[in-house]
């Protein structure tokens, strides 16, 4: 199936303002035999004579009257399409992003965030959900709007990628545990029970590769999916949680915390987003919201450290 000729619409509406084949052709640029060529093939296309000769002009046709109206508005919809994106005009703002995070992120940057999103655009929601992997998928797809997490092998090629912040693995215990007490040894951390986090179910993560390395081996008492899941553990019992510092402020403010015996290189949280959604005014306002709000804790999180 042939696709029809867009342009011809707007032939069809000079011909109809202007009753004339010259003005028509003088008000678009062309020349007479041009206007001549394009009207013979808006008469193929319709079916229709559209203009027909009255004495030395051009009246239209029924079928042409009706199509006056109609072609104007549809091409008013494709200036409107072409032309630029307005102004974003935050208190006009009506739209739900829908953002994937881990547990702690939204624990400690979500009430900042939704904050500043409802002083400057009241009419936007928010709707976080859990990081299950680090597919990329529903960033393609739209599912997800953006998401924030270290990046990671299953991290499609073409996504967008911001550094928001550094993060370090802290030790964590219940306020009461031997070792919130004395100096803490490798050898006194590896000896303590572990709650490993993994939402794969894996019974070794990144931290244990490390130890290992270092000649030291610790002991999985258990295993979560989840930061906030590990360190409601460790608050009930004499499980050791090692989590990333500043991710898990809150979730952690009535514990010990303690920096791990062991050199472990810091992690890089950042901002993950399709690239079609680069020039679209309300999302890249969020992702400067998000970059602010991550940016004050951080420097909060260095003033207390």
Known sequence: MSHPDLNLLVTLDA?????????????????????????????????????????????????????????????????????????????????????????????????????RVNREAPGVRLRFVPKQDKDSGPLRDGSIDMET???????????????????????VVRADHPLSAGQITPSRYAAARHVLVSRRGSEKGYLDEILEIQGIRREIGTMVGGFAAALALARASDLVATVPERHTRDLRADMFSFALPVPVPEITISLFWHPRMDADPAHRWLRGCVRDVCAASAGQGRAEA
């Open 15 to 115: 011909l109809l303002a202007e009753g004339s084949v010259a003005h028509a052709a003088r008000r678009l640029g062309l020349s007479p035999s041009a206007m001549s060529r394009a009207l013979a093939r808006l008469r193929e296309a319709t079916g229709d004579p559209l203009l027909v000769r009255a004495g030395r002009g051009l009246v239209p046709t029924p079928r042409a009257l009706e199509l006056s109206e109609r072609v104007g508005l549809l091409l008013e919809e494709v200036e409107a399409v072409l032309r630029p994106a307005e102004a974003l005009d935050l208190s006009k703002l009506t739209r739900t992003f829908t953002l994937r995070a881990s547990d702690g992120f939204v624990e400690n940057f979500g009430p900042d965030l939704i904050a």
């Open 149 to 171: 997490g270290v990046i990671g092998k299953a991290t499609g090629p073409e996504v967008r990628v911001q550094a928001l912040f550094s993060d370090r693995f802290v030790g």
